[in-house]
Every structure is written in structure tokens, then in C-alpha cells.
């Protein structure tokens, strides 16, 4: 239904249009918002959708809550309500006209008759008080459509939901939107501790990504790495034979890309990924790739959101996870910096030698002095390993966004990030990194389009 059209049907909706259950729901909406002395009728409709019904609710009018009261839970049969005729004359006034119950039951052909009579003698009443207190204008604020969601926190090792935890998310949550110019959200907690946000309009993946994602990032050297992609299993070829071949080459080919360490995960100790005696001297020994770890990666699907979800993130010990695109898998050493040693973090397009702009999106970094000693020391020691352990994982909520090659020692206190960004993807990340991370992981319980009410300007 186009806008002029709506419009020309709210202004000429008589009583029978605002009961008719065959009324759309958007001229339905348009007669609440735009003709008071039509909402008792309106509040009546069976076919009154839940968020207009809760916004009629809210208005606090006599004659509305009564008919509200009296609503019948069971959908109502569709009337044959004819619609209404036009005025007779340009000039003339018509009164709204009594509605006409067909196509129901008796019995509930009699109580809507009984109930609309009292409903029109408190509308009578009620919209008279209305058009004295108001001099004739509308005060009620315009309705509009919303999205809700209810975050659940989800708690891993020693975390623990807390009054103070939930705040804190609270207001990191708000201040992201707020930051990224988004207005007139509501932020409030249910029972004492999910999260209900509520947001204007029908938001971008970005905005959403704001509320949902945690925002903890992580530099992790990596140890080994290899293709996700699931290794084939050999089918035979040939006859069968009852004595085993002694002829040609043997079988054991590289399995998917993997790099031995990867690949021969039935073997206890792969040739490629040398084991160290007694304790790793640093975040870089292979040492800290045992081959519990090797069958935890082999193992690991990247194309699971479940597995992928499961992916743990202990600061103190090495980790097994994906990268954000689901292509590769890694195991990687134990933090060396953490997101909480980010002083700021923006995003802007790279620029070649001359200035000009090369189309790259990235996010800079700037480090506090811990994590600018922290930094310099991590790529002054991967400048001199072999790979993949001269690059380092930047991990962000449990996946690797980016895995650079450290060519040299950077000991400046900044940092940059590449990869698949947009502009809308890049601004987003380095709004969550400056205002830092939120103190829980949050899973969305519900999202949902929600009736509600424009907040004042």
C-alpha cells in the first residue's frame, strides 16, 4: 500500500474500517495515531496486531482500556463489513457510525453490541476531554517499528555474573551506539541478568555487531598453520588383491594442504613440528605444541558454528582456532599483548607513497607504554623464526582477523590491521577497541521487530 493511498484511507476511515478485521494492519496504525475518536474501535479489532495494541494500552484513555478488556483471545472471523461511502458534500461532517456485527456467532454478536455501548458513552467522554485538554491536536508521539534484542550472558572459566558486570556491559554497550551516532536506544536489564536493548529502526550488521560482539583481541604468535578445509579420505583404485603391492610409490600423500604436523594426526610426534624437553623459555617454543593440541586442530571444524563457538581463549595458554573466513586453522602460543594495553584505536583507508588513497580499509592502533614495550618485543623475536612462526595472530573473540609477517622490529607505538574491511566493518572495530571490551560474552536469546514509540528530540 502506497503512502498517498494509506493516507487518503485513514482520512476517510469511518468506525466500520477501524473494526473490519480486513483492515491492513498500516491503516490500522495510521487511524491509532492519526484519528483518537476512531481508537476504542481500533482497540476492538481482532486483527489488531500486539504492538499496536500495547501502544493503545499505554495511552491511559477510559473508553480504549475498556475495549481492550473485552478483546476475545481467539481470532475473529473475517466480516463482511462493506467499506465506508464517501461524504455526501466536500463541506459535510459525518459522525463515526455504529459498527455492524455479521458473519459471528450470536452470542458473541451480543457482547460486542453490549460492550460497544458502554465504550462509546466513555468515548463520548473521553475524546471530548481529549479535544478540550488539547485544543484539538495530537500529543500522543508518532509510532514507529524497533529492534529488540535480549542478550543472555554466557560465562566461561572463573567469570562470574554480577551486578557490576552487567553494569559495566551496560554502559560499554551504550556508549558504542552513542559513539557511532545512533540515537534514541534503550538499554535496560531483565531480571537482574540479561541484557534487552532496543534500537530504532532495522539496524546495520555494524550497529548489531556493536551490541553483540565482545570486542576481546589478543596478539598470539603463531606455531602452526594450515588449510581448514577438511582432509579427503583416499578411495581405492584398481582390483582387489589378496597380497598387499610392494611395487610403486607409497600412498601417504599430503592430506589437504596441512603441513605434516597437521596432516599425520595419528603419528605422536611429526617430524615437522619438533618437540623441546622441560618448560617453553617463550610464547614462540614449539615446545607448547603437544600432541593433545595436534588432535584438538585436526579435529576442529571451522565450518561448525557450534565447534567454532566452543573455541576457548585463555590469555596464559596456547590456542586452538580459526580464521574469521573459516580457511585456515592454527594453534597459536600464548598472548604476548592484550586489548586492554590499546590506548585508541581508528579507521581510515591506507595511502600509498604519493598520499593518494589505495581502497584499503584498515584499523590503527595506538598502544599505551606497556603494550608499545610489549609489541616491540614480540616482532623483534618473530624476525628471526622461520614461518610460520615469524607471524603473529591478531585474535578477536576467539578468531584470527589477521595473521601478519613481522619483517622487522616495530617499536613505535602503533599498529595497523588489514583485511576484508568495509568501511562500515572497520569503523565498527575500532569503535569496540577503544571503548574497550565487554566484561562477558553475550549470546543474542531473541531478536525481533518491535512496535514502539519515536523518543523525543
Known amino acids: 500500500m502506497s503512502e498517498q493511498v494509506g493516507s487518503d484511507v485513514v482520512g476517510s476511515a469511518d468506525s466500520r474500517?477501524?473494526?473490519?478485521?480486513?483492515?491492513?494492519?498500516?491503516?490500522?496504525?495510521?487511524?491509532?495515531?492519526?484519528?483518537?475518536?476512531?481508537?476504542v474501535f481500533v482497540a476492538m479489532n481482532p486483527s489488531a496486531y500486539p504492538g499496536?495494541?500495547?501502544?493503545?494500552?499505554?495511552?491511559?484513555?477510559?473508553?480504549?482500556?475498556?475495549?481492550?478488556?473485552?478483546?476475545?483471545?481467539?481470532?475473529?472471523?473475517?466480516?463482511?463489513?462493506?467499506s465506508p461511502a464517501p461524504p455526501a458534500s466536500s463541506g459535510s461532517l459525518s459522525a463515526p457510525v455504529a459498527p455492524v456485527a455479521v458473519g459471528h456467532q450470536r452470542r458473541r454478536g451480543v457482547l460486542i453490541a453490549v460492550v460497544l455501548v458502554g465504550v462509546l458513552v466513555?468515548?463520548?467522554?473521553?475524546?471530548?476531554?481529549?479535544?478540550?485538554?488539547?485544543?484539538?491536536?495530537?500529543?500522543?508521539?508518532?509510532?514507529?517499528?524497533?529492534?529488540?534484542?535480549?542478550?543472555?550472558?554466557?560465562?566461561?572459566?572463573?567469570?562470574?555474573?554480577?551486578?557490576?558486570?552487567?553494569?559495566?556491559?551496560?554502559?560499554?554497550?551504550?556508549?558504542?551506539?552513542?559513539?557511532?551516532?545512533?540515537?534514541g536506544s534503550e538499554i535496560t536489564s531483565q531480571g537482574g541478568?540479561?541484557?534487552?536493548?532496543?534500537?530504532?529502526?532495522?539496524?546495520a550488521q555494524a550497529t548489531l555487531d556493536l551490541?553483540?560482539?565482545?570486542?576481546?583481541?589478543?596478539?598470539?604468535?603463531?606455531?602452526?598453520?594450515?588449510?581448514?578445509?577438511?582432509?579427503p579420505v583416499p578411495t581405492p583404485t584398481g582390483t582387489a588383491t589378496s597380497k598387499p603391492s610392494t611395487t610403486g610409490q607409497a600412498t601417504t600423500a599430503p592430506k589437504s594442504g596441512f603441513p605434516p604436523a597437521l596432516a599425520a594426526a595419528t603419528t605422536s610426534a611429526p617430524a615437522a613440528t619438533p618437540m623441546t624437553a622441560g618448560q617453553p623459555v617463550n610464547a614462540s617454543d614449539p615446545a607448547w605444541v603437544t600432541p593433545q593440541l595436534l588432535a584438538e586442530v585436526v579435529?576442529?571444524?571451522?565450518?561448525?558454528?557450534?565447534?567454532?563457538?566452543?573455541?576457548?581463549?585463555?590469555?596464559?595458554?596456547?590456542?586452538?582456532?580459526?580464521?574469521?573466513?573459516?580457511?585456515?586453522?592454527?594453534?597459536?602460543?600464548?598472548?604476548?599483548v592484550n586489548g586492554d594495553q590499546i590506548a585508541n584505536a581508528t579507521s581510515d583507508q591506507q595511502t600509498?607513497?604519493?598520499?593518494?588513497?589505495?581502497?584499503?580499509?584498515?584499523?590503527?592502533?595506538?598502544?599505551?607504554?606497556?603494550?608499545?614495550?610489549?609489541?616491540?618485543d614480540v616482532t623483534s623475536r618473530l624476525a628471526s623464526l622461520p614461518s610460520p612462526r615469524n607471524q603473529f595472530g591478531i585474535v578477536l573473540d576467539?578468531?584470527?582477523?589477521?595473521?601478519?609477517?613481522?619483517?622487522?622490529?616495530?617499536?613505535?607505538?602503533?599498529?595497523?590491521?588489514?583485511?576484508?574491511?568495509?568501511?562500515?566493518?572497520?569503523?565498527?572495530?575500532?569503535?569496540?577497541?577503544?571503548?574497550?571490551?565487554?566484561?562477558l560474552t553475550l549470546q543474542v536469546q531473541s531478536q525481533e521487530q518491535v512496535f514502539g514509540t519515536l523518543s523525543p528530540k
Open 17 to 39: 474500517v477501524a473494526l473490519d478485521p480486513r483492515t491492513d494492519p498500516e491503516v490500522l496504525a495510521g487511524i491509532a495515531q492519526a484519528r483518537p475518536e476512531l481508537r
Open 52 to 82: 499496536l495494541v500495547q501502544w493503545l494500552a499505554r495511552l491511559g484513555d477510559p473508553a480504549v482500556d475498556a475495549a481492550l478488556a473485552a478483546r476475545d483471545p481467539v481470532p475473529a472471523e473475517p466480516s463482511a463489513v462493506p
Open 122 to 183: 466513555l468515548a463520548g467522554g473521553g475524546f471530548a476531554g481529549y479535544r478540550l485538554l488539547t485544543g484539538g491536536t495530537r500529543t500522543s508521539a508518532p509510532l514507529e517499528i524497533r529492534t529488540q534484542l535480549i542478550l543472555t550472558p554466557v560465562v566461561s572459566g572463573n567469570e562470574q555474573i554480577t551486578t557490576e558486570t552487567i553494569a559495566e556491559a551496560m554502559r560499554i554497550i551504550r556508549a558504542r551506539l552513542d559513539s557511532s551516532g545512533v540515537s
Open 193 to 203: 541478568s540479561n541484557i534487552v536493548v532496543v534500537v530504532p529502526g532495522k539496524p
Open 211 to 231: 551490541v553483540r560482539k565482545r570486542g576481546v583481541m589478543r596478539f598470539r604468535v603463531v606455531l602452526v598453520t594450515g588449510s581448514a578445509a577438511p582432509i
Open 299 to 336: 579435529a576442529l571444524n571451522c565450518a561448525s558454528p557450534k565447534m567454532v563457538e566452543a573455541i576457548v581463549d585463555d590469555p596464559v595458554k596456547p590456542m586452538v582456532t580459526c580464521s574469521s573466513d573459516g580457511t585456515e586453522k592454527f594453534i597459536l602460543g600464548p598472548a604476548e
Open 352 to 376: 600509498t607513497q604519493n598520499g593518494s588513497s589505495n581502497g584499503v580499509w584498515e584499523v590503527v592502533l595506538n598502544f599505551d607504554s606497556a603494550g608499545s614495550k610489549a609489541f616491540c
Open 398 to 439: 576467539n578468531q584470527v582477523i589477521s595473521a601478519p609477517v613481522s619483517e622487522a622490529s616495530l617499536c613505535a607505538n602503533t599498529a595497523s590491521i588489514t583485511g576484508s574491511f568495509t568501511s562500515a566493518s572497520a569503523k565498527a572495530l575500532a569503535k569496540q577497541l577503544s571503548l574497550g571490551a565487554l566484561p
